[in-house]
């Protein structure tokens, strides 16, 4: 046969060898969808929709093939074989488990192990179709286009923030923009405000609570308007902001925040006595306003009204607080506060516990005086961290006490007079006000057959409940907060020879199926009245080996990167057996949303926490935790690919070393965390993981592993000079489910000094904060966060009080373009001077703020400045009459847009002797040529009988919009309140 024919005969072959394998490729045609926008993990790799048309069922394996543009194949995965039959599939990952990954670049493995993500970048990706028999190529796609991703850092909160006071009627909000990220590619922000209930964290309520106002924008700072809902005094408020894309994708969610609102009066409550800016109110629990004390070396107890972490009771001061209690004689007419600052200490304790007795060698209680008490909490370097109301007693001896004691009327009005003057004092309004009576309630006495005057009863019943309901005639702008509402409020003790049961619950209109559950109930061991029990060495056996014992809504602190602030429906304990240590929680964290109305459905999850060890907590200890956490992916049935079942293992190793009594300590924390971020992906293959651990955990493609570390000391000087500092790395997939809204990917430090002068008339402090991210090279470029602050309290006797704080944010990145450098700089300073003076009968305290706030930035979007002035003038009469004067002038300027604000005030409020309290009272706002608003307030609060108090407030509002007339309206708001003591 010629050469010429035998060629021809080749190419004849290879002609129809193409031509067979072009029909059989043709036959399998496989779709890919994009993933989802700016970020790229693995489980997202495998939505997929193959077509099968080559006549008969084809048993093929996947393989995908992920590429960046500059740096080429970065890893390759390969799934289990599996039947595709004629027509069409939806690939599933039952048919692709197990499935094993190849990595070709370190940089990328340690990105997908630690977070499950590629780094920033832009990205290909393909899929070939291969023939499980002869790994013949069947077919290939790719992503219809190329897949940018962005790895953000989130928005970070600059102010209100960490429980500060806000006496502003429309305080400033601000926040860092989210980095990483190109400034054009943030479509929005959305800020929320909610009120946080009883029994909740701040975390719980933005979950759960409808948004006392809400706001969309462009801006990273928000003037809260005129025409929104007035904030309400006394109440604690949550706030968040997120970030949106310009396709509507969340680019990043801040941590949480929250701070509190209350009037100028009652801040210059806080403030007088001479002390720094007051966080931590203090309630006065033992013994009560009024309160015949019998005891020579009776018991003083306090309890903290607003913690960082609200709780559903007040949370105890710290074990590692100092605490003062500082008791004074009052002479003649005094009133307790005067006595407390006038006359000449009588007997003061310090401590570092939470109840103190009256030490045996201190000056005696004289039979039949009065006596005022106050309790401050310091920091160990001598700044003060909270003060207490200033409450009085009389000590009379036993002797006379039996003499009354004939006399049943007597002993009676002592109790009811006891009662009246805590609703009395109870000046500082808030939500979970703890108020304790030492009453007995009579009606108890009819079923005890062992009643007997001179016998201590067995049984003791005491508490407090709350009934509120809000109306309003129209609903409130940019709310969610409906136009009627109601709330109760109960909180109980029952001691059963002195084992104190705490029964709490809070019911609230405001519960909605489309959210998490506001309603809350719990059964536990009060650790007020338990701790006063083992102060007097009432209380011996098994229930005094508990710390914590709840069935119910609890809030377990077990430590900040475990589990902190999270609501679990079920039981929590603490049991201390001598130097052991067990913590156990066990419940559901959050329930089940299956509404189609919403776009992010919840699963039910569950809890299972553990903590064992030598050593309490705020002691010398050894602590290891154990965290399990799960959804139940058979609780939500709507086709949704924007949440998925979560499963979460974490386990810690914590420590601390406490020496010479609180001068020096030493803690320390590692944490590690196995996140599946969908529990239905595929099984992964791997020989990276030690088969024991396979053996309790079960990996997936959507599984990473990454963990936190912190370290941190305080030394604390006889010169009353404080020394601290911390050092703690999260790491970029570091997630904790005992944890909400948790920022990760950040190693922080920070150094601090504080100092206390001339017995606590000086007060000096200054700080120095470092933060960055991009701990493993998975963004464009890393951004640094440095602030420090100066602040520095006078407190001069006889003379104006002035307070200062100077506190400057840097935020720069270090990208190598231009276009993406940015150097932020942010300053923040105040001013607080005031001064107590009187005039005859006349008591007048006058006090003014100046606060100037800045951002310097490469955005336009992000520049702002604000200039805030504030005066206010409080009279004080001899009669129980009390005004109060205010002026503010705000001065605004943000992108778009300047304000001038002016508001005007003036209130009163008188008490009758019967405890009927009254007040009113007028405010004028106005933001120059642009709206206003005129109001009017009346508040009563009236004492039905000695354990029922009715209160009603109304509140008329007037807005006026000078550029739409149309916007104009009239509200009126009322809240009508029930507190029963008993």
Not at 193 to 213: H, K, M, R, T, W
Not at 513 to 533: D, G, V
Not at 700 to 728: E, Q
């Amino acid at each position: 046969m010629s050469s010429l024919k035998i060629g021809q005969l080749v190419k004849s072959i290879i002609v129809i060898m193409f031509i067979s394998f072009i029909n059989v490729f043709s036959q399998i045609i496989i779709n890919i969808n994009q993933p989802p926008s700016n970020k790229l993990m693995v489980e997202d790799l495998w939505q997929i929709q193959i077509t099968n048309l080559s006549g008969k069922a084809q048993n093929i394996y996947l393989k995908g093939v992920v590429s960046e543009s500059r740096d080429g194949i970065i890893f390759e995965v390969t799934s289990n074989s599996f039947q595709v039959p004629l027509g069409s599939k939806k690939v599933t990952y039952s048919d692709l488990s197990p499935i094993t990954i190849h990595y070709t670049n370190k940089k990328y493995e340690d990105a997908l192990i630690k977070t499950g993500g590629v780094p920033e970048g832009e990205y290909d990706y393909t899929v070939f179709v291969i023939n499980t028999i002869d790994n013949r190529e069947l077919a290939r796609g790719n992503i219809p286009a190329k897949h940018l991703v962005y790895n953000p850092l989130p928005p970070q909160l600059l102010s209100p923030i960490g429980g500060v006071i806000v006496t502003e009627d429309l305080p400033l909000f601000s926040w860092l923009p989210p980095l990483n990220i190109p400034q054009n590619k943030i479509g929005r922000y959305e800020f929320k405000i909610v009120e946080i209930y009883s029994g909740q964290s701040f975390n719980d309520a933005l979950l759960a609570n409808p948004a006392y106002f809400a706001w969309k924008g462009t801006n990273n700072v928000f003037q809260y308007p005129i025409s929104a809902r007035k904030l309400n005094t006394g109440v604690m408020y949550a706030w968040q902001v997120k970030a949106f894309g310009l396709s509507g994708e969340i680019i990043g969610i801040s941590e949480p925040s929250h701070f509190i609102k209350i009037t100028d009066d009652e801040k210059e409550k806080l403030i007088t006595g001479r002390t720094s800016n007051i966080l931590i109110p203090i309630r006065l629990v033992e013994p009560i306003n009024g309160q015949i004390v019998d005891e020579e070396l009776p018991t003083f107890f306090a309890v903290v009204l607003m913690p960082d972490i609200p709780i559903p009771e007040p949370r105890l001061p710290s074990d590692g607080d100092e605490k003062e209690t500082r008791i004074v004689e009052i002479i003649g007419n005094q009133l307790p506060a005067e006595a407390i600052e006038l006359n000449p200490v009588w007997c003061s304790i310090k401590s570092k516990d939470f109840i103190v007795r009256y030490p045996n060698n201190a000056n005696k209680l004289n039979d039949g005086k009065k006596y005022a008490w106050q309790i401050k909490i310091f920091n160990p370097d001598g700044t003060v961290k909270g003060i207490s109301d200033v409450g009085y007693f009389e000590f009379h001896s036993k002797d006379r006490i039996k003499i009354n004691k004939s006399n049943s009327s007597q002993t009676d009005e002592l109790n009811l007079t006891a009662i009246n003057n805590v609703k009395a004092n109870n000046n500082f309004i808030y939500t979970n006000n703890y108020i304790k009576s030492n009453f007995n309630s009579s009606w108890l006495n009819w079923f005890l057959p062992f009643n007997d005057n001179e016998k201590q009863l067995p049984i003791k019943f005491s508490g407090n409940s709350t009934f509120l309901y809000q109306f309003s005639d129209r609903q409130a702008i940019s709310s969610e907060i409906p136009k009627t509402q109601w709330r109760w409020d109960l909180n109980s003790t029952l001691s059963l020879f002195d084992i104190p049961i705490g029964f709490n619950a809070f019911i609230s209109s405001d519960q909605k199926e489309n959210r998490q559950s506001i309603n809350n109930f719990q059964f536990y061991l009060n650790p007020y009245e338990l701790a006063i029990s083992k102060a007097q060495g009432i209380l011996s056996g098994f229930f005094s080996l508990f710390s914590v014992l709840g069935i119910g809504t609890n809030f377990p602190n077990y430590s900040p990167n475990t589990l902190s602030g999270l609501p679990v429906s079920g039981i929590d304990l603490e049991f201390t057996p001598g130097p052991l240590f067990l913590a156990f929680t066990y419940g559901k964290t959050q329930k089940a949303i299956n509404d189609a109305s919403i776009s992010t459905p919840t699963y039910r999850r569950d809890i299972v926490a553990t903590k064992i060890g030598l050593g309490k907590k705020n002691e010398t200890h050894f602590h290891i935790t154990v965290l399990h956490s799960w959804d139940d992916e058979s609780s939500v049935t709507i086709n949704t690919s924007s949440v998925t079942p979560q499963e979460n293992y974490l386990a810690a190793i914590e420590s601390k070393i406490d020496l010479f009594q609180g001068v020096f300590s030493l803690s320390g924390e590692v944490v590690g965390s196995l996140l599946t971020r969908d529990k239905r992906s595929a099984k992964l293959s791997t020989d990276k993981i030690p088969e024991w651990i396979k053996k309790i955990v079960e990996p997936r493609i959507s599984s990473s592993f990454d963990y936190a570390y912190s370290i941190s000391s305080v030394l604390n000087l006889p010169s009353r000079t404080k020394l601290s500092g911390y050092y703690k790395m999260i790491g970029p997939g570091f997630i904790s489910h005992g944890r909400q809204f948790m920022r990760n990917d950040v190693i922080e430090y920070e150094l601090k000094a504080e100092q206390n002068l001339f017995d606590r008339l000086v007060n000096a402090g200054f700080f120095y904060k470092n933060n960055y991210d991009n701990i493993i090279p998975w963004k464009r470029f890393r951004t640094t966060v440095q602030s420090m602050g100066f602040n520095l309290s006078l407190y001069p006797r006889e003379f104006p009080y002035l307070i200062i704080n100077y506190s400057p944010i840097y935020q720069e990145n270090d990208s190598k373009i231009i276009s993406e450098k940015f150097d932020n700089k942010n300053r923040n300073i105040s001013f607080i001077t005031g001064y107590n003076f009187s005039i005859g009968n006349l008591t007048l305290s006058t006090n003014f703020n100046f606060s100037f706030a800045e951002s310097k930035t490469n955005s336009v979007y992000s520049n702002y400045k604000s200039n805030n002035y504030y005066l206010n003038e409080i009279l004080i009469f001899k009669i129980p009459l009390t005004m109060s004067l205010s002026f503010g002038y705000s001065k605004n300027e943000y992108y778009l847009t300047k304000s001038e604000l002016i508001n005007l005030g003036v209130s009163g409020n008188y008490s009758f002797e019967s405890g009927w309290r009254n007040s009113a009272g007028i405010s004028y706002v106005e933001n120059k040529n642009v709206e206003k608003s005129v109001g009017y307030f009346v508040d009563s609060e009236y004492p039905i009988t000695n354990f029922l108090t009715a209160s009603l407030r109304l509140e008329k509002k007037y807005f006026y919009d000078e550029l739409i007339s149309k916007n104009d309206f009239d509200e009126l708001v009322g809240y009508f309140n029930l507190r029963l003591i008993w």
